[in-house]
């Protein structure tokens, strides 16, 4: 049974081949471009001064420019009294303004980013590893028990932190 289905499949193929059907019609497909849908747009330069600063419940790239910290071409300044932000003893991040307080942590290491959750979506990490040149953590490379859905990003979709990556 199995063999005499086999064979005339076969026969098929060579009619196939005696009359090829015009299917190599030029291309129609060219015309539209895939909407390319920017996840993340390239932030930090190995050229500029760049760190991550981790406030309550913020994580953002700062890029130092004469020791002031820039985010989204903005200075990054104390929320309490607006002064500006001071690093002391590496990691620290304290108002050096009017009140003084502590912010947050401060890091020269980008890689810290991932580590203070600026991204929590498994595919975006990714994507933010790539595009930054970042390593990802150890917890990232490991096989993952599901395969990830598309849905997983669009939890994301009300994430403060997504309204940046659309962002000039
Ligand atoms: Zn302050």
Known sequence: ??????SRLSDF???????????ASPKPFVKKPKPERKLWKKTTSKDEEWGVIHLDDTVLFVQLIDG???AHGMEAVCKWCGGVLEVREETKLFCGGKCGRYQGEFSRDLNDYF??????SYTLRKIVAEVEALKLEARDLE?????PHWSILYE??????????TKE
């Open 143 to 147: 096989p993952i028990s599901y395969a």
């Open 1 to 6: 049974m199995t063999r005499s289905f086999q």
């Open 156 to 165: 994301y979709e009300d994430d403060p932190e997504n309204e940046d990556l």
């Open 13 to 23: 193929g060579e009619v196939e081949e005696e009359t090829p059907k015009p299917i």
């Open 68 to 70: 002031r910290m820039h």
């Open 115 to 120: 580590r203070w959750e600026g991204v929590k």
